[in-house]
């Protein structure tokens, strides 16, 4: 079972950009599709980006929440998924959890997934706080 590792996340002013970090503690990440999620206080997890095993197909939360603001990238040679985020708003406070799946190489490498039951290993996240 991998372990995933978030890390990044901090206090940020309004405007300002971060970028979340997930990497696999004793494993490698080159297996899986990872995507990234968030949840707010006192709602529900949502989807953020996602980016397929491949690195080659990357899909982001439809609209204006997210578009253009946060994108996801991958970088084989680090084995580390990047979330960056930019104009942060503070509606953008949450905590931010990293997740797997397992997709085999020669059917589904590039496909990216955006359903939280499509994922099978979760991090335990990291907090994200975004001040006006």
């Known amino acids: 079972q991998v372990q995933l590792v978030e890390s990044g996340g901090g206090l940020a002013q309004a405007g300002a950009s971060l970028r979340l970090s997930c990497a696999a503690s004793g494993g490698t990440l080159r297996l899986y599709a990872v995507g990234w999620f968030r949840q707010a206080p006192g709602k529900e997890r949502e989807f953020v980006a996602a980016?397929?095993?491949?690195?080659?197909?990357?899909?982001?939360a439809s609209g204006d929440s997210v578009k253009g603001r946060l994108t996801i990238a991958r970088d084989s040679d680090k084995d580390t998924v990047y979330l960056q985020m930019n104009s942060l708003k503070p509606e953008d406070t949450a905590v931010y959890y990293c997740?797997?799946?397992?997709?085999?190489?020669?059917?589904?490498?590039?496909?990216?997934?955006?359903?939280?039951?499509?994922?099978?290993?979760w991090g335990q996240g990291t907090q994200v706080t975004v001040s006006s």
């Open positions: 980016v397929s095993r491949s690195g080659v197909s990357t899909g982001a």
């Open positions: 997740a797997v799946r397992q997709v085999n190489l020669f059917l589904n490498a590039n496909t990216y997934y955006t359903r939280e039951s499509e994922y099978q290993y």
